[in-house]
């Protein structure tokens, strides 16, 4: 201290012990060491900025991501470091809060372009970093690379849209874009134009050279047909050697212009396969789209029908649809409606039961679909699919159905309820919508020996988009009873799984159409994996076959299928056999 000359009188001196302080320091730097080698071991790209988002750290992966080295980033503005783009070759980001992941729906395409001139499909989100009182002292950004995963669902969702051997589009999205033409006819009064395209003779090239030949000549064809359409024509597969085009702002005779000219390219191609010439045709029908004619169901039968006309004309030509048409058969056997009612009231039935066991013991059956055979009056034999989707009335499709059941319970269910194991019967949306037909079943159910846990009901998928009341009241009445019901023929259109109910149904059947390839199409097997997902998120057994090879049985075991058929399973049998023999179930 001073006197008052100004002397130092005193010293006064203060000891502070440092050591918590020396302690905090090296805590603080020991936190600030694991936050760094933590960044630097992550898998996802971080960047932290400044208040003026100028880079402050970047961690190895945001390194080689981005290109850029930290010392040479370190100080840059953040846009300076990153190149961000909407899109491959949209325009570029001007404010790096405008693509924040945390704020957009995941299917924004953003684009980081590296420094070393690659890109890759990013998701990010920017966290603000700021004081006890709110002040903001910077942001950290982290990026993640979702190149494979964007891309695998870009795949999934083409796989989804598109035939997987022409690459077409396939029925669900043609399906799609007519309901988009069906509404613009009537909301701007648009004219638009369907064209059913049926081949000729392609059965024959199949039958004689070999699947294999059958595919090369559709995927030929599908190239054929694509070269002759307009600018926004929409051509799809719909199945088989079936073709449907959508022509919109377009009049029935510039559709029969286009028609004709494919037809007859069709008609005049030279198909050769290992030296050998194939010949074969093409048949259309065209019906037109417009503020009168605008129901879907509808337009595809008129469509249907004009191509059947063509073929029953001679083949190798386009018919436009005709109000007078409708008397025609639109069955492609032309069967006449009194050979129909004959062949289901009076003709012989065969029902042929197909084993369903999991893929890991395919020795341990756990119940029978069970199929229908019908023979015509020429002694030809006839799938009851086949017969039920020719065109089939509704007093004819129940009549097929009381009849089949009828001969289950008289000479099967005694003998099934012996044996102790379940089967699965088919059951018409024409069955389900009529209240009488449902209740002379139960009552042949009640009558029987039968237990209801035995008997399965199998029900096609298009029977959900039925708005008919009587069919929900049906079905919740089977399910009542006991009975358990399998929904068939689910493929490629997961909108369908909005309108299952996992009280009503037990099992699904994958659509055969994406099993016949699962061991060898990348595609058709995630898509599968995907429908068994939804199945399990819904508690549901999936079904999938035919399984004929080992390694069709292997792919579904690993995509996670419960059950399946096919003959890695067992062979097909007429139901009359399989109870003639010696197995006894394990219920």
């Known amino acids: 201290m001073l006197n ?5 009188e005193r010293l006064l001196g203060i000891n502070m012990d440092m050591t918590e302080v020396k302690q905090l320091n090296e805590a603080l730097y020991q936190e600030k060491e694991r936050l760094h080698i933590t960044l630097d071991s992550i898998g996802e790209a971080v960047i932290c900025t400044d208040s003026d988002m100028n880079v402050t750290f970047m961690n190895p992966v945001a390194e080689k991501l981005s290109g850029w080295p930290q010392e040479d980033a370190l100080g840059q503005h953040i846009l300076a470091v990153l190149r961000i783009t909407f899109g491959d070759t949209g325009p570029v980001m001007e404010n790096i809060h405008s693509g924040d992941f945390s704020r957009m729906a995941i299917e924004q395409d953003v684009v980081l372009h590296s420094r070393n001139g690659g890109n890759h499909d990013i998701h990010y989100s920017i966290t603000p970093l700021t004081t ?22 870009k795949q999934l969702s083409y796989s989804a849209s598109h035939d997987s051997l022409t690459h077409l589009a396939n029925r669900v999205s043609f ?66 050697d079936e073709f449907g085009l959508l022509l919109p702002d377009c009049t029935a005779d510039s559709a029969r212009h286009i028609s004709e000219r494919i037809i007859n390219n069709i008609n005049d191609y030279h198909f050769v396969w290992e030296g050998r010439l194939h010949r074969i045709g093409a048949s259309a029908g065209i019906t037109q789209i417009d503020a009168d ?15 059947y006309a063509s073929k029953n004309s001679g083949r190798g030509r386009v018919t436009v649809f005709e109000a007078q048409q409708h008397y025609m058969q639109k069955d492609r ?21 197909v084993a369903i066991a999991p893929p890991r013991v395919p020795e341990s059956t756990s119940f029978y679909l069970l199929t229908l055979k019908l023979w015509n009056s020429a002694g030809e034999m006839t799938d009851g699919e086949t017969f039920r989707s020719a065109g089939m009335e509704s007093e004819l499709q129940q009549a097929l159905d009381r009849r089949v059941f009828n001969e289950f319970f008289r000479e099967f269910a005694g003998h099934i309820a012996l044996k102790g194991f379940g089967v699965a019967l088919p059951l018409s949306g024409a069955a389900l919508t009529n209240t009488a037909l449902i209740d002379e079943l139960l009552a042949l159910l009640d009558g029987s020996p039968l237990p209801a846990r035995l008997l ?18 049906s079905l919740q009445r089977l399910r009542d009873r006991g009975c358990q019901l399998v929904l068939t023929h689910v493929g490629r259109d997961l909108e369908l799984f909005d ?3 996992r009280q009503l149904f037990s099992y699904i059947i994958i659509d055969s159409e994406l099993i016949r390839n699962v061991h060898c199409n990348l595609m058709d097997e995630m898509m599968v994996t995907i429908i068994h997902g939804h199945a399990q998120r819904l508690q549901l057994q999936t079904i999938a076959g035919p399984a004929d090879l080992p390694l069709v049985m292997d792919t579904l075991s690993g995509a996670g299928v419960d059950l399946i058929y096919g003959e890695t399973i067992s062979a097909p049998q007429p139901l009359s056999m399989l109870l003639n023999t010696s197995y006894f179930a394990i219920n």
């Not at 004619?293 to 191509?307: F, P």
């Not at 056997?333 to 009612?341: C, G």
């Not at 399965?456 to 009241?473: G, K, M, R, T």
């Open 499 to 501: 309108k299952i109910s």
């Open 293 to 307: 004619n605008r129901v879907a169901s509808e337009v595809l039968s008129q469509a249907d029908i004009a191509c």
């Open 175 to 240: 399906e799609n874009h007519l309901k988009r033409l069906l509404q613009s006819a009537g909301e701007n009064r648009q004219r638009h134009v369907l064209v059913f395209i049926d081949l000729d003779r392609f059965k024959a090239v199949n039958d004689t050279a070999g699947h294999a030949a059958g595919d090369a000549l559709l995927r030929e064809l599908s190239s054929l047909m694509l070269s002759m359409l307009r600018t926004g024509d929409f051509l799809a597969r719909l199945g088989g």
């Open 456 to 473: 399965h009901l199998q029900i096609h998928s298009e029977c959900l988009l039925s708005e008919d009341e009587n069919l929900s009241v």
């Open 333 to 353: 056997y032309a069967l006449p409606p009194d050979e129909q009612w004959r062949m289901v009231n009076e003709n012989p039935l065969l029902l042929i039961a």
């Open 132 to 153: 006890l009182d709110g002040q903001s002292i910077g942001s950290v950004l982290v990026i993640q690379d979702v190149t494979e995963s964007r891309k695998m669902l």
């Open 4 to 8: 008052k000359n100004g002397d130092v």
